[in-house]
């Protein structure tokens, strides 16, 4: 059986690759940012490096988030792409993150979020998670707090393939630091519901498991039916080694009505009808979808209407200050 947690007593703040919407993503600068904000999860996403440490990345590819290009011009593959798993960690220490990139209609590199922190050379670098939860650790002993870890497992079929076993890697920092006995402070989330029951079921992974649910469209690396579970029976299978989920908000929240109501699905329903937490990702005050007038209008629909467990922002001290003053009822 899956770990069934206790709900928390209000939703909970998941820092969304730390402070994000105000420092590039997965930064050390982020993750205290996000930290004095008053998050209650930091959010890692995690990936390999050839000589298998894991670091604290969004992608497999390094060009998004970093100069590799420039450091290293001649290091990519046939695919355009620079690859982490390519890189020793020492090569990784080399290079610079920046803003997230994306490459305009000119061949340019060119902001994803064009008013966030400005694109340019800096001093922030990538982390390993071993040095990032040592990090928060220690914020935590001089903050008085206790701040959780939110630790994705990107691509796991693609490091399976590259010759890495990225869960058991994981497994080995959290246990190294004393992380792996702590189930109140540490969710591990993937899209891939095979690499989550190979934690649970192969490596006795005693921490919670967040099953992450994709559109169909994104082409994600795995054989995972996302509609399937989104069903009542998909959710079922899910309870079976999970101990939530992780949908895209947009698979909650489905627009307006012609009277310019919110509509919403029931996923959340029926998998809080099964002991699932639900933990919807990105809520974006700068990104926000057709309908929605403003930030505050979009946290009030997911967290109020729809009455999520916990939701991933990169704006934490605007969900902060919103479920602070949020009436949350009694139990009976």
């Known amino acids: 059986m899956a770990l069934v947690l206790q709900a928390h007593a209000s939703p909970i703040v998941i820092a969304h690759r730390g402070a994000s919407g105000y420092l590039p993503e997965h930064t050390l600068a982020a993750k205290a940012m996000a930290h004095t904000m008053g ?28 100069d590799v ?12 792409h620079y690859y982490a798993i390519d890189f020793d960690l020492a090569e990784i220490q080399l290079l610079t993150a ?44 001089s ?56 934690l649970r079921d192969e490596l006795q992974c005693q921490l919670p498991l967040i099953q992450l649910i994709a559109d169909p469209a994104w082409g994600e690396d795995s054989k995972v039916d996302y509609d399937f579970l989104q069903t009542a029976a998909g959710l079922d299978y899910v309870a079976g080694y999970a101990a939530g989920i992780g949908p895209w908000y947009r698979q909650i929240y489905l627009g307006t009505d012609d009277a310019g109501t919110a509509t919403l699905s029931s996923l959340v329903t029926m998998a809080q009808q099964r002991g699932l937490q639900v933990h919807p990702y990105t809520l974006r005050k700068d990104d926000l979808p057709t ?42």
């Open 69 to 80: 290009a420039i450091r290293f011009p001649e290091r990519k593959r046939a695919d355009g």
């Open 143 to 198: 903050r008085g707090r206790q701040t959780g870890l939110y630790i994705e497992l990107k691509a796991p079929n693609f490091h399976q393939r590259e010759g890495h076993d990225i869960a058991r890697a994981i497994m080995a920092v959290l246990a190294e630091s004393g992380y792996d006995r702590r189930p109140t402070q540490v969710f591990l989330q993937s899209f891939d519901d095979k690499v989550l029951q190979y």
């Open 98 to 141: 920046h803003e997230r990139v994306r490459v305009n209609e000119a061949g340019e590199p060119e902001a994803v979020f064009p008013n966030r922190f400005p694109l340019q050379p800096g001093t922030f670098g990538v982390l390993t998670l071993a040095e990032e939860i040592a990090f928060i650790a220690g914020m935590d002993h």
């Open 291 to 332: 309908g929605v007038s403003d930030f505050d209008t979009l946290l009030g629909i997911v967290l109020e209407q729809a009455g999520v467990d916990g939701i991933f922002t990169d704006f934490p001290d605007l969900a902060r200050r919103y479920i602070d003053a949020m009436v949350i009822p009694n139990e009976p």
């Open 39 to 66: 998050a209650d999860f930091l959010e890692q996403d995690v990936v390999l490096t050839r000589d298998g440490v894991p670091i604290v990345l969004h992608d497999i590819h390094l060009e998004p988030t970093t």
